[in-house]
């Protein structure tokens, strides 16, 4: 099976431009779709990105998502950062079995 | 707005059985993917299982020996059963709906705290 490697944490201040990726072990980044979570500390997760780059109603267009063939990733890209986004992102996708893999998660600071 | 609501007990003993129902409102069962993740505290995401409402069914290798799902569509309901539990299965579990072709959440529960302990 493949792993999908996210970095541990990233931080960027408010009104910037904040990138956080996520690496696919071995088989093409594009055969399955990736999904993208946020994780507030004590909350549930919440869907902001699915099927690669389609963002869930109510999600602001400050998120947006990409595959990137070449380096065998997928990219979440949070614009016009807000204290608010301070969370923990996950991505997540498929093998070839259909079952769920996700990434360990990134902590994104906002400061 | 489809909601998923999480029970079952907060408390389970080593070696029994894990038992959790997540309800579904605003929205029919009858159709999507339905899907069990845990999270221990301070760790990342773990997918266990997911169902179609059809019945096709899809288990964590590492779970599968451990973990049954199933969908009760005259209760809009899903449930798991994870048997024989250790402290390693100490975690929140939530419950999330996929897509209709797909088992990518995109709806998720609240999540409920269970813990193993004697």
């Known amino acids: 099976n493949f792993m999908l490697t996210q970095p541990h944490s990233v931080s960027e201040s408010p009104g910037k431009t904040v990138t956080i990726s996520c690496t696919r072990s071995?088989?093409?980044?594009?055969?399955?779709?990736v999904q993208w979570f946020q994780q507030r500390p004590g909350s549930a997760p919440t869907t902001v990105i699915y099927?690669?780059?389609?963002?869930p109603s109510g999600v602001p267009d400050r998120f947006s998502g990409s595959i990137d063939r070449s380096s065998n990733s997928a990219s979440l890209t949070i614009s016009g950062l807000k204290t608010e986004d301070e969370a923990d992102y996950s991505c997540q996708s498929f093998d070839s079995n259909n079952r769920v893999v996700f990434g360990g998660g990134t902590k994104l600071t906002v400061l | 707005q489809v909601q998923l609501q999480e029970s079952g007990p907060g408390l389970v003993k080593p070696s029994e059985t894990l038992s959790l129902t997540c309800t579904v409102s605003?929205?029919?069962?009858?159709?999507?993917?339905w899907s069990w993740i845990r999270q221990p505290p301070g760790k990342g995401l773990e997918w266990i299982a997911y169902v179609y409402y059809r019945g096709p069914t899809n288990y964590n290798p590492s779970l599968k020996s451990r973990v049954t799902i199933s969908v009760d569509t005259s209760k809009n309901q899903f449930s798991l059963n994870l048997t024989s539990v250790t402290a390693a299965d100490t975690a929140v579990y939530y419950c999330a709906r996929g897509g209709m072709y797909d088992s990518g959440p995109r709806y998720w529960g609240q999540g409920t705290l269970v813990t193993v302990s004697s």
């Open positions: 099927e690669d780059d389609q963002r």
């Open positions: 605003g929205g029919s069962i009858s159709s999507h993917y």
């Open positions: 071995s088989g093409s980044i594009a055969s399955n779709y």
